[in-house]
Protein backbone atom coordinates (compact mmCIF):
# COMPACT_ATOMS: atom_id res chain seq x y z
CA UNK A 1 0.00 0.00 0.00
CA UNK A 2 1.05 3.33 -0.86
CA UNK A 3 0.03 6.74 0.55
CA UNK A 4 0.94 9.71 -0.57
CA UNK A 5 1.46 12.59 2.31
CA UNK A 6 0.52 16.43 1.79
CA UNK A 7 0.74 18.84 4.28
CA UNK A 8 4.12 18.44 6.12
CA UNK A 9 6.71 21.42 6.34
CA UNK A 10 10.71 21.50 6.06
CA UNK A 11 10.64 22.46 10.03
CA UNK A 12 11.50 19.87 12.73
CA UNK A 13 9.37 20.15 15.94
CA UNK A 14 6.28 21.19 14.00
CA UNK A 15 2.79 19.37 15.84
CA UNK A 16 2.13 17.70 12.18
CA UNK A 17 5.45 16.79 11.00
CA UNK A 18 5.89 14.94 14.18
CA UNK A 19 2.60 13.17 14.13
CA UNK A 20 3.45 12.17 10.41
CA UNK A 21 6.68 11.24 11.01
CA UNK A 22 6.36 8.63 14.09
CA UNK A 23 3.52 7.14 11.59
CA UNK A 24 6.83 6.43 9.62
CA UNK A 25 8.89 5.30 12.68
CA UNK A 26 6.39 2.71 13.56
CA UNK A 27 4.62 1.40 10.17
CA UNK A 28 4.05 -1.78 8.66
CA UNK A 29 6.70 -2.76 6.17
CA UNK A 30 3.93 -3.25 3.24
CA UNK A 31 3.29 0.61 4.04
CA UNK A 32 4.88 3.04 1.87
CA UNK A 33 5.26 6.69 2.18
CA UNK A 34 5.47 9.37 -0.48
CA UNK A 35 6.26 12.66 1.23
CA UNK A 36 5.40 15.66 -0.69
CA UNK A 37 7.41 18.87 1.24
CA UNK A 38 7.39 22.36 -0.21
CA UNK A 39 10.74 24.09 -0.65
CA UNK A 40 14.04 22.44 -1.10
CA UNK A 41 15.31 21.05 1.86
CA UNK A 42 13.51 19.03 5.06
CA UNK A 43 15.25 18.97 8.29
CA UNK A 44 13.58 15.08 8.64
CA UNK A 45 14.89 13.78 4.81
CA UNK A 46 18.08 12.03 6.22
CA UNK A 47 15.62 9.98 8.71
CA UNK A 48 12.76 9.81 5.85
CA UNK A 49 15.09 8.24 3.77
CA UNK A 50 16.73 5.64 6.21
CA UNK A 51 13.12 4.31 7.01
CA UNK A 52 12.93 3.53 3.69
CA UNK A 53 10.34 6.49 2.96
CA UNK A 54 10.70 8.96 -0.10
CA UNK A 55 10.70 12.70 -0.19
CA UNK A 56 9.84 14.80 -3.08
CA UNK A 57 10.16 18.50 -3.29
CA UNK A 58 7.49 20.64 -4.80
CA UNK A 59 7.33 24.94 -5.29
CA UNK A 60 5.61 26.36 -2.50
CA UNK A 61 2.02 28.04 -3.17
CA UNK A 62 3.85 31.22 -1.30
CA UNK A 63 6.27 31.28 -4.51
CA UNK A 64 4.27 30.55 -6.80
CA UNK A 65 0.82 28.85 -6.84
CA UNK A 66 0.81 27.47 -10.85
CA UNK A 67 4.49 25.74 -10.30
CA UNK A 68 3.41 24.40 -6.81
CA UNK A 69 -0.11 22.79 -8.72
CA UNK A 70 1.95 22.11 -11.46
CA UNK A 71 4.43 20.09 -9.32
CA UNK A 72 1.87 17.99 -7.66
CA UNK A 73 0.60 16.98 -10.37
CA UNK A 74 3.78 16.13 -11.99
CA UNK A 75 4.12 14.05 -8.18
CA UNK A 76 0.24 12.36 -8.90
CA UNK A 77 1.03 11.32 -12.57
CA UNK A 78 3.79 9.21 -11.46
CA UNK A 79 1.69 6.87 -9.42
CA UNK A 80 -1.77 5.13 -9.23
CA UNK A 81 -5.02 6.75 -9.12
CA UNK A 82 -5.43 4.00 -6.40
CA UNK A 83 -2.92 4.70 -3.88
CA UNK A 84 -3.85 6.83 -0.99
CA UNK A 85 -3.27 10.74 -1.14
CA UNK A 86 -3.46 11.60 2.69
CA UNK A 87 -3.99 15.36 3.35
CA UNK A 88 -3.08 17.22 6.61
CA UNK A 89 -5.35 20.23 7.50
CA UNK A 90 -4.96 22.95 9.84
CA UNK A 91 -7.07 25.00 7.81
CA UNK A 92 -8.82 25.39 4.50
CA UNK A 93 -7.13 28.39 2.92
CA UNK A 94 -6.03 26.37 0.32
CA UNK A 95 -8.03 24.26 -1.51
CA UNK A 96 -6.66 23.62 -5.17
CA UNK A 97 -4.55 20.40 -4.32
CA UNK A 98 -7.17 18.63 -3.33
CA UNK A 99 -9.80 19.61 -6.16
CA UNK A 100 -6.68 18.52 -8.39
CA UNK A 101 -6.33 15.51 -7.08
CA UNK A 102 -10.05 14.63 -7.91
CA UNK A 103 -9.69 15.87 -11.11
CA UNK A 104 -6.92 13.55 -12.13
CA UNK A 105 -8.69 10.64 -10.85
CA UNK A 106 -7.55 10.22 -7.50
CA UNK A 107 -10.53 8.81 -5.19
CA UNK A 108 -8.86 6.87 -1.95
CA UNK A 109 -8.77 10.67 -0.60
CA UNK A 110 -7.70 10.79 3.04
CA UNK A 111 -8.24 14.15 5.06
CA UNK A 112 -6.91 14.54 8.61
CA UNK A 113 -8.32 17.51 10.73
CA UNK A 114 -4.85 18.64 12.92
CA UNK A 115 -6.39 22.02 14.46
CA UNK A 116 -9.05 24.02 15.69
CA UNK A 117 -10.65 27.59 14.21
CA UNK A 118 -7.93 30.34 13.92
CA UNK A 119 -9.44 33.74 14.99
CA UNK A 120 -6.39 35.51 13.78
CA UNK A 121 -7.72 35.29 10.39
CA UNK A 122 -9.68 37.83 8.16
CA UNK A 123 -12.97 37.33 7.07
CA UNK A 124 -12.26 36.97 3.27
CA UNK A 125 -9.73 33.91 3.98
CA UNK A 126 -11.97 32.22 6.33
CA UNK A 127 -14.72 32.95 3.52
CA UNK A 128 -12.45 30.67 1.40
CA UNK A 129 -12.28 28.23 4.18
CA UNK A 130 -15.85 28.02 4.46
CA UNK A 131 -15.99 27.42 0.70
CA UNK A 132 -13.09 25.27 0.36
CA UNK A 133 -14.66 23.07 3.02
CA UNK A 134 -18.17 22.33 1.54
CA UNK A 135 -16.10 21.58 -1.71
CA UNK A 136 -13.51 19.05 -0.04
CA UNK A 137 -16.61 17.55 2.22
CA UNK A 138 -17.95 15.85 -1.54
CA UNK A 139 -14.54 14.49 -2.66
CA UNK A 140 -13.08 13.22 0.86
CA UNK A 141 -13.46 9.28 1.51
CA UNK A 142 -11.99 9.45 4.47
CA UNK A 143 -12.49 12.28 7.38
CA UNK A 144 -9.71 12.02 10.47
CA UNK A 145 -9.81 14.31 13.21
CA UNK A 146 -7.50 15.05 16.57
CA UNK A 147 -10.87 16.05 18.65
CA UNK A 148 -14.19 17.23 17.65
CA UNK A 149 -12.47 21.34 17.80
CA UNK A 150 -11.00 20.31 14.56
CA UNK A 151 -13.53 18.36 12.96
CA UNK A 152 -15.92 21.48 13.36
CA UNK A 153 -13.38 23.36 11.83
CA UNK A 154 -11.98 21.13 9.17
CA UNK A 155 -15.12 19.19 8.25
CA UNK A 156 -18.03 20.83 9.90
CA UNK A 157 -20.01 19.80 13.06
CA UNK A 158 -22.74 17.93 11.21
CA UNK A 159 -19.81 15.29 9.75
CA UNK A 160 -18.79 14.13 13.94
CA UNK A 161 -20.29 11.19 13.77
CA UNK A 162 -18.63 10.44 9.68
CA UNK A 163 -14.93 11.52 11.25
CA UNK A 164 -12.53 8.75 12.52
CA UNK A 165 -11.35 10.14 16.09
CA UNK A 166 -7.72 9.10 16.51
CA UNK A 167 -5.03 9.92 19.36
CA UNK A 168 -1.64 12.12 18.29
CA UNK A 169 0.87 9.48 17.38
CA UNK A 170 3.14 10.51 20.40
CA UNK A 171 5.43 7.59 22.26
CA UNK A 172 4.21 8.35 25.22
CA UNK A 173 7.37 6.09 26.86
CA UNK A 174 9.83 9.31 25.39
CA UNK A 175 8.49 11.04 28.10
CA UNK A 176 8.35 8.64 31.40
CA UNK A 177 9.99 10.61 33.99
CA UNK A 178 13.43 10.01 34.68
CA UNK A 179 15.37 11.49 37.63
CA UNK A 180 18.88 10.52 36.68
CA UNK A 181 18.04 12.79 33.51
CA UNK A 182 16.49 15.04 35.85
CA UNK A 183 19.26 15.76 38.30
CA UNK A 184 21.56 16.19 35.37
CA UNK A 185 19.87 18.56 33.61
CA UNK A 186 19.32 20.68 36.91
CA UNK A 187 22.88 20.67 37.39
CA UNK A 188 23.87 21.41 33.46
CA UNK A 189 21.79 24.68 33.77
CA UNK A 190 22.13 25.49 37.23
CA UNK A 191 18.82 24.60 38.49
CA UNK A 192 19.20 23.18 41.25
CA UNK A 193 16.98 23.81 44.44
CA UNK A 194 15.18 26.30 41.94
CA UNK A 195 11.09 26.01 40.79
CA UNK A 196 10.96 26.01 37.53
CA UNK A 197 8.25 25.98 34.72
CA UNK A 198 8.49 24.10 31.83
CA UNK A 199 6.12 25.14 28.73
CA UNK A 200 5.81 23.27 25.28
CA UNK A 201 4.33 25.04 22.49
CA UNK A 202 4.52 28.31 20.81
CA UNK A 203 3.02 31.60 22.83
CA UNK A 204 -0.19 31.75 20.95
CA UNK A 205 -3.93 31.47 21.55
CA UNK A 206 -4.11 28.11 20.02
CA UNK A 207 -1.73 27.14 22.47
CA UNK A 208 -3.72 28.32 25.24
CA UNK A 209 -1.81 31.34 25.68
Not at 56 to 68: A, D, G
Not at 177 to 204: A, S, T, Y
Amino acid sequence: MRIIVYGMTAKRGGGIEEVLMNYLRNRKKEIEYIYMVSGDHSEYSEEIEMLNGKIIYITPKEKSTLSNLKDIASVLNSYSKNDIIYFNAGALYYGFPYVLSYIMGYRNIVVHAHNGKNCDRKFYEQLIHYINRFVINHIVRMRLSCSDYATDWIFGRRYRKKVYKINNAVNVERYVFDKVKRDRFRKEHELDGKFVVGNIGRFKKKKNH
